[in-house]
Nanobody
Framework: QVQLVESGGGLVQPGESLRLSCAAS????????MAWYRQAPGKQRELVAT???????NYADSVKGRFTISRDNANDTVYLQMNSLKPEDTAVYYC?????????????WGQGTQVTVSS
């Protein structure tokens, strides 16, 4: 019953912006640390940004200053605002939710949404 449903991916030109959304259901959203990962073809999946239950954020150096992660606990949704997009941002972006229950890690993943930055 747990679902992370992503939306907002697409094809954009370099320099343009895109906002990804991830709507969660089946979890107590407010107690989960949320994150965005991305994976380009032939490359390892990398962590892009995280946001804690208290709203603390962290970003990969490659996106710092361009991307913003946020969460709306009232709507169980996490966002990734992507500005000044570059071709190297092209990847499948995945939403992730993590929680430790009695020191047991619980992870859920979205299906992924394609972001392509190309001229």
């Amino acid at each position: 019953q747990v679902q992370l449903v992503e939306s907002g991916g697409g094809l954009v030109q370099p320099g343009e912006s895109l906002r990804l959304s991830c709507a969660a259901s089946g979890i107590i959203f407010s107690i989960y640390t949320m994150a965005w990962y991305r994976q380009a073809p032939g490359k390892q999946r990398e962590l892009v940004a995280t946001i804690t239950t208290g709203g603390r954020t962290n970003y990969a150096d490659s996106v710092k200053g361009r991307f913003t992660i946020s969460r709306d606990n009232a709507n169980d949704t996490v966002y990734l605002q992507m500005n000044s997009l570059k071709p190297e941002d092209t990847a499948v972006y995945y939403c992730n939710g993590g929680h430790y229950s009695d020191y047991v890690p619980i992870d859920y993943w979205g299906q992924g949404t394609q972001v392509t930055v190309s001229s």
